[in-house]
């Protein structure tokens, strides 16, 4: 089966703090992505990666930036969190060419900014 | 710009019964379509994958159709269950692997 563990369920931060989360999967996807879910907006990407060290903004990056050091992980940073980033994040792999290109999904990461 | 629509938005019904979840996308330029279910406070999970060139796909009581040219896709779920309930998402592929996402239709089954 595939596993994409994000390292925290929840996370409380202050205004200006610096948050990484984390994503692992264990399936050697190419591909990974972060999305963040809010009420009335639904899922939306806001990094993708295809390879190590590569990253594509996805449709809101502004205010995140991402590292893929090892194929395995992908984290997302919050340079200064700011309380309209309070949300959930997911995270997502997919193989390349085969499985269809299913993306599967992380258990979340709700974040909340105070 | 792709827009992806699931109407309505949420949907309650009594056990037992069939029903249809609606999905529609404005762009007819996709690679794949998927469903997937979220129950609350959880990630997704996918239920079924259609592929472009594909009508359909069946898993169990689920079963998914895809119409490229009109830009729709229903999840027919059979016999339905308090198991069930849970928040549908249905979400196309376009380039570069991207999804986009539906806002979801959150389903309640009554015992």
């Known amino acids: 089966d595939v596993k994409v563990t994000q390292s925290s369920r929840y996370l409380v931060k202050r205004t200006g703090e610096k948050v990484f989360l984390e994503c692992v999967q264990d399936m050697d996807h190419e591909n990974m992505f972060w999305y963040r879910q809010d009420p009335g907006l639904g899922l939306r990407l806001i990094y993708f990666?295809?390879?190590?060290?590569?990253?594509e903004k996805g449709d809101i990056p502004e205010g995140y930036s991402v590292s893929r050091e090892k194929k395995e992980r992908f984290s997302l940073i919050l340079e200064s969190a700011s309380t309209n980033q309070t949300s959930m994040y997911l995270c997502?792999?997919?193989?390349?060419?085969?499985?269809?290109?299913?993306?599967?999904f992380g258990a979340g990461t709700r974040l909340s900014v105070l | 710009k792709q827009e992806v629509t699931q109407i309505p938005a949420a949907l309650s019904v009594p056990e037992g019964e069939n029903l249809v979840l609606n999905c529609s996308f404005t762009?007819?330029?996709?690679?794949?379509l998927q469903w997937f279910r979220q129950d609350p406070g959880k990630g997704l999970t996918s239920l079924l994958l259609i592929q472009s060139s594909q009508r359909e796909q069946t898993s169990g009581r689920l079963n998914a159709s895809l119409d490229k040219s009109s830009g729709r896709s229903t999840l027919y779920i059979a016999a339905s269950q308090p198991g069930d309930s849970a928040t549908y998402l249905c979400a196309v592929t376009g380039a570069n692997s991207k999804l986009t996402f539906g806002k979801g239709i959150t389903l309640s089954v009554r015992p």
């Open positions: 990666s295809y390879d190590v060290k590569m990253k």
């Open positions: 762009d007819s330029a996709i690679y794949n």
């Open positions: 997502a792999s997919s193989s390349l060419g085969t499985d269809l290109e299913i993306q599967y």
